[in-house]
């Protein structure tokens, strides 16, 4: 019940984000002017910036992404960092040219039927084919042994689990756990249909109720980056496991995971969110089942579209990695997005040191066994702490036209707020340049 | 809580539909042989197929759709038409060649957003206006003042319909109800999730409280193929009209639809099945705004894929009408489409009153004003009455190695099946011959 106003609060957040437009308006009409509200340093103009970004793009596509981040129009403009919106990834899928482009004619994958004989009727051999290879390339799961459940994105696929691990007849719903602070959505997912299965019951180093329950353990963890173990320590417990981040690109592999129900997307692995496209990997074969009963009674299967796109991506992103001569131009997926999150994190890092008014969390080094590389986590989002005396840190920089998701939808203080560390480069540099320059209340 | 039952029931019948391979070799393996179950009528070889049938279709697809109805391995098969899965569209749209090829470029549409600055932000503009336009030629809905929402699938957006009418602090959950014989997924995909919000009340024509409630009109229905209007007569009603079947090759259309809630879906109008995808007519602002909230909650937005490939077929689909010129060789959309359930129907027909054991229903003659046509509908199922002794006419069939849905599930005895007309070519020869020669108990 409680959580049907934090569902109206979250939608605040997200009609905020998405009228981003109006909320200029909003400034620049109403009484609050531009020159009111910033206070710039102007050794932040570019200051922020890591040289050298561009070095290996072919010159035909620097042109239409050539940043504009110190125009005067910059300071004036809303930078909307709420969603992890992945479109930082375009630079390089458009390196690839027509490598990644998909055809399909109108005649074909007319069926809802992918094939009859699997478990999961709906999913496409060839995107199954496509996660396999890509996770043997990688390390970071086993497939061996596993049920492959598709569904429209991981968030249907939680949900999915959900409906698949729940007693049926129970008097009560399962409660829903996970350590604060978790991802926004997961409350809102369980609790927006107030479903008689399962209900959202909170942080899971709060829970101590000797009753079934379910542990979602997000690793590396959206939104504070850090990597996870389950934290309650009962033997009633069902664990998910969202690996949405666990890439080489964010986190250093350490080794293939191997838990019961593991969830992936390609939304945080390619950048392809528009696609809506997540993947399961399920060691029991009842859970598998009830997984794509849920799938069908929902949106009976899933995207055939959405999958042959994405098997030819992830197909070609194996390739970039295992036959490279093929890819003169280009670098191995994970190379590029490795050293573009490396750039980021280091530009950020610098802005936050010389604004003063932020911190952010620090990481462990460790050894990736994809990439050999010693490396300290560089997450897809940032879970910036306002020091001091800002105790909204969401509020004060709305104030600064940065649009962020407040602390509090996830469980934790208002002083912090996540912040999307995925937009294309130019409104990186902007928003580093103004944190940068934000150097007083 | 008796819709669990009757969840695990449906599920059943999936399962059997999915694993008709298994049921196959259940039969030629076990006690039944077919010899023992088929006493097959020779009248019914071919005496079922309505000829002429391939005369408009070009040379170069005939070979990869000839039809072997009359092979001994015919007389063996499990006939599954259990679903209504359309891929009876396959040839038409072979013939269009690559006029409905969809070519996506890997870098683009990877972003979570359409169109911020619209209500439905993940709605593609080319998908919208390809609606628009198709409904505007057809005039079967109204759609000025409407606001649009996609969905994955009609079936998505029927359950953010629910959650968008649903009075979110009731003490009870609200009635949905829908007119027997109503469409078998209905009561499975408002009460799996056990919703507070809420709940399946039966029959509308049995509705008698004096409560909140929904009612679906399904309009032409499914499964009997019926035109309908309202039958509770409340002032407490929320309306759901959900027009799948609204459309010229199914039935004669009177005029354009002007509800306040109307579901449409590719599914059955072009026949792409697997590209989930469907689209929501809204009058009012505030339930579009929630059926997006609940899109947004359950998957975060809609399969660009998706939507790119269906605004080509649509458009292309209207251009077959408008500038039937660039088509030399092929018919308008509805003109093929309507023409194929034509003669699918006249086969049918000629098969049960062959058979003597079974009925359909009939149906009365209307003048469409997309075709200028007057005819009676012709449904996408067949509504099939086993007559006489035959109780569970599911099992009847099942014995005789057809797979159909028993009416039963769709609130209505047993007598009765529902039977997809919408299969290839050759399995709907090998339907309409078993059939008719099905001639005994």
Known sequence: MEYR?????????????????????GYSNGKHKAQDIFSFNNECKNASLVTNRDAHIPKRTKASFSSSSSSSKALNEVIDLDHGDPTMYEKYWQQMGEKTTVVIPGWKFISYFSDVKKLCWFLEPDFENAVIRLHKLVGNAVTEDRHIVVGTGSTQLFQAVLYAVSPPNASEP?????AAPFYSSYPLITDFL???????????????????????????????GLSREA????????????LAYYWPQYTPISSPANYDIM????????????TRLGWALVKDKEIAKKMTEFIVLSTIGVSKESQLRAAKILQVLSDTHEYNGNFKESEPFFDYSYNLMARRWKQLRNAVSKSKLFSLPEFSHGKCAFSSRTFASQPAFAWLKCEGEIEDCESFLRDHKIITRSGKHFGESSKYVRISVLPRDEIFDQFTERLCSINSL
């Open 263 to 274: 969830l992936f997307t390609v939304s945080k692995s390619t950048g392809h969110a528009g």
């Open 174 to 178: 399962m409660n829903v756990v996970s």
């Open 194 to 224: 107030k479903s008689g299965l399962y209900k959202w019951a909170g942080d899971a180093r709060k829970f101590k109720k000797d009753k079934p329950y379910v542990e979602l353990v997000t690793s590396p963890n959206n939104p504070d």
């Open 5 to 25: 106003m934090m569902i109206l609060g979250h939608f605040l957040v997200i009609s905020l984000a998405l009228n981003a437009g109006l909320l200029y308006k």
């Open 231 to 242: 934290v309650v320590n009962q033997n009633q417990g069902i664990l998910i496991h969202d």
